[in-house]
């Protein structure tokens, strides 16, 4: 089902530039968008927006999915903490990346979209996918450090506990505002750290701790 509409997509985000590599194209060839989308929208599971997915949440744009991946630059066999799970889909997308020899956690602070994303990760086959409930503004430390780290909400600073639970080398993305914010990548490495600036998005907010 979709699978025409699920190439054009794909087609739409190479030529806008944001897929740029081979894995990244393989990764939304293979998971299906439409098993992440509420039925009621599933004829725009492949329009490159953001969606509804209740409680006032959104599965984000696949443009944005791509963008975070590209940037993050994800190896085969790594560890990644994703915070906002949402519906899943991105997790299911980093899931292809780190292949079977890699993990994905994630993290959601509402209950009831963590039980809807365990499902469609269900469907879709991805055991290396951890989901948690709980304020992901604070981390998960129980599985530290990670290779990446990457959150998928507005937060008004880089929490200091993502920091801290962040490998060496690692990665770590955050979208810095309040609703309109920039997407900026911490790099550690040799214990030092750097920042740069990737670009203006729009995202929900990170509400918790060391969020909103
Ligand atoms: N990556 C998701 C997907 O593919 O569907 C989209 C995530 S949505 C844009 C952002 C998510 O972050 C929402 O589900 C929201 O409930 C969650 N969120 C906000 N603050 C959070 C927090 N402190 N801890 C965990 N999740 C949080």
Request: glycine content about 8%; aromatic content about 8%; overall charge negative.
């Amino acid at each position: 089902m979709f699978e025409q509409e699920r190439e054009h997509l794909v087609f739409h985000l190479c030529r806008e530039g944001y897929i740029k590599t081979d894995v990244v194209k393989q990764a939304f060839l293979t998971v299906p968008r439409d098993i992440f989308v509420p039925e009621s929208l599933w004829n725009y599971s492949y329009v490159d927006t953001p969606l509804d997915i209740g409680h006032g949440q959104t599965i984000s744009a696949p443009h944005m999915v791509a963008i975070m991946c590209e940037a993050l630059d994800i190896q085969k066999g790594q560890h990644i903490l994703e915070i906002g799970t949402g519906s899943g889909y991105h997790a299911a997308i980093v899931a292809q990346l780190v292949g079977q020899t890699g993990k994905v956690y994630t993290i959601e602070r509402f209950d009831v979209l963590a039980t809807q994303a365990k499902q469609n990760l269900a469907t879709m086959h991805c055991p290396n996918v951890i989901v948690e409930v709980g304020d992901g503004s604070c981390g998960l430390p129980a599985y530290q450090p990670y290779d990446r780290i990457y959150v998928t909400c507005a937060a008004p600073s880089i929490p200091e506990p993502l920091i801290h639970q962040l490998g060496d080398p690692g990665k770590l993305l955050i979208p810095l505002g309040d609703m309109y914010c920039e997407l900026t990548l911490l790099r550690k490495e040799n214990h030092r750290q750097t920042r740069q600036h990737l670009g203006g998005c729009v995202f929900v907010p990170l509400v918790g701790k060391y969020g909103h």
